[in-house]
C-alpha cells in the first residue's frame, strides 16, 4: 500500500506535491485514497500486482501508483487500460528505462495508439492538433506516464534525469493513428496484432518536427519527392541517429500525404524503405560537423553514404493529424544497451470494470450509489 | 555508475569516475542499485572535448585516487 501524506486541505496538498517535486510543475488532482482506490477498481486489477520495474530507480510501477499518477494528470478511469499498456511497454527490459531517463538526450517516449481502444479508451484524438493541447485522453494518458516516470522511476531535472534540456513531449506525448482515412494497414499490425486487437506503441524520441511537402498531381515524381523530404529531415545531420545509424524513427503522415503516396501506388512497406532510403548523410557533410561517427571518420571517402537507420523496420509510419502540407518526424537517440528500440504491448480491455459511483461523464467525484 | 555497480557485483575491484555535474546523479544510482557507497572518483565536468593537454592534468590528478580506490576496493 502507498504511504499516505496528511494536509489541511486540496489546496495545502497541492503545495506539498509540488514541494516534494511530485508534480510536473502543474497543478494535479489530489489523489486522495477514494480516488485512488476507485482508479484502481476501473483497471480490473489488483492494485499491488506490478507492470514492471521503472528506472532509474528500479521500483515497481504496481497498479496502485499508475493509478495515483492517473488520478494526478487528471485521467479518467476509462483510459487506464491505455496507460497501464504504456507504463508495460516503457518498462519493458529493451526500452531501458534506466538509460532513457539518465541520458542527456532530450526524450520522451511518444505514445501510439491502434485499434478499437481509441475509442473506448479515450477518445485518444488522431485528427487535427494531435499532438497539441485540447484533447483530454491524450493530454491525461501522456501525462499519466510521465508521472509515473517522475514518481516511480525517480526522474528528476538534473538529478537523475540528465537532458540538457528535456523536450515539451515530456509533459505529455500521445496521440492515435486514423486508421479509418488512411490508405496504409494500421501500425500494430506490423507487430503481429489483429486490426480488431488494440496495442501502443512506444518510442524515445526528440520532439515532433514539421516537414513541409506539396503534394502536385499533376508531377510523376510528387510522391518520390514527398519521401525525400521526410527522409532528409528524419535522418538529418544534427540528429542523433545520423551519427549512430541506429534507433527508432517516428514519421506521422498527414491523410492528404498518405493519400498522395498511395495514389501514386505506393503501400506500407514501400514509403518506409523510401524514407529510409533518404534518411542518410554523406560521410563528408558528417565529418563537416561534430561527429564521433567511426562510420563517418573511417570512411574511404566524403562520398560514402551512411545510413541514419539500421533497416526500414526501425522506421514507424502512421497516419495521423489534419490533412494538408505538413507531416511530422521524430529523430531519436540509438543509444543504450537495446539500442533505443520501439516497444508494442496490447491493451487489454476485457479486464476493464465499469465502477459503481463514476458518473456517466466520468468524473471520479460522483457520490457512491 | 551501472558498469562500475556490475563489475563490482562480479566481486571485481572497481572504481566509477563521475564529472562533478553528474555526482547526484551517481548518488542516485548508486542507491537506486543498491550499492550507496561504490567508490568513485570526481571529475571536472567537461572531460569530453577539452583537449588532449587538459585531459592529461586531469588523468595525473585522478590517478592516484582511482588507484586508491581500487586498492580499498580489494
Redesign the interface.
Known sequence: MTDLLEAVDEYQALEDLHEAGCTDGLPVVIPTPERVERMVLASGLDGGLSLGNM????AAATVEKVAVAAVMAGALPDYMPVVMAAVRAVTAPEFDS?EMQ?TTHCLAPVIIVNGPARHSCGPVASGFGCLGPGHRANASIGRSLRLVMMNVG?A?P???D?ALHGHPGKFTFCLAENEEDSPFSPLHTLRGYDVAQSAVTVAGVEAPESVLGVVDADDPTSARKLLRGIGQSLGRVGANNAHFGRGAGVVVLNPDHAAALARAGLDRDDVTEGIFEFAVNRAGDLKAVATFDRRALKAEHDDVILPAFRSPEDILVLVAGGGGLYSMVMPSWGAGPHHNPSVSVEIETDQFCEVPGIAPNGSIDAPNG | M?DGIETARQGLPSVALVTEE?W??GD??AQ??GMPTIPRVQLPHPVAGTGVESMRIIAEKVVPEIIAALEGAK
Do not use: K, N
Open positions: 528506472g532509474p530507480s528500479g534506466t539518465g525517480g528528476r538534473g538529478i537523475s540528465m | 551501472r553528474f547526484p546523479q542516485f544510482v537506486s542499485f
